[in-house]
Nanobody, 124 residues
Framework: QAELVESGGGVVQPGDSLMLSCAGSGRTLSNYAMGWFRQAPGKEREFVAGISWSGGITNYGDSVKGRFTISRDNCKNMVYLQMNNLRPEDTAVYSC?????????????????WGQGTQVTVSS
């Protein structure tokens, strides 16, 4: 089974940028479509971004379109989330996930493996 580990979270001010990384082990992540989700205190888990197994198709949640970019480097077995112009409402635990569907998936139910998450806090 694939194991996913996120990194890159931290505390930043509004307007700052962060790059999150997701490293895979156990299996080559090129076999999976990948996604990023986030969950803020008291809220449901929210779809942030998804990418197909080849990287040719991406999808984003409405709240992050134009600010976040998902990418992958299959040679390094890594997936990334570049977050620009961060807002306080972006504060959440961000988790990466892998889907055996391989194409872009936007629902929690569509993913098979999950990382433990990394905290992103946006505050002035």
């Amino acid at each position: 089974q694939a194991e996913l580990v996120e990194s890159g979270g931290g505390v930043v001010q509004p307007g700052d940028s962060l790059m999150l990384s997701c490293a895979g082990s156990g299996r080559t992540l090129s076999n999976y479509a990948m996604g990023w989700f986030r969950q803020a205190p008291g809220k449901e888990r929210e779809f942030v971004a998804g990418i197909s197994w080849s990287g040719g198709i991406t999808n984003y949640g409405d709240s992050v379109k134009g600010r976040f970019t998902i990418s992958r480097d299959n040679c390094k077995n890594m997936v990334y989330l570049q977050m620009n112009n961060l807002r306080p409402e972006d504060t959440a635990v961000y988790s990466c996930a892998a889907s055996t569907v391989r194409r872009v998936v936007t629902t929690v139910q569509g993913y098979d493996y999950w990382g433990q998450g990394t905290q992103v806090t946006v505050s002035s």
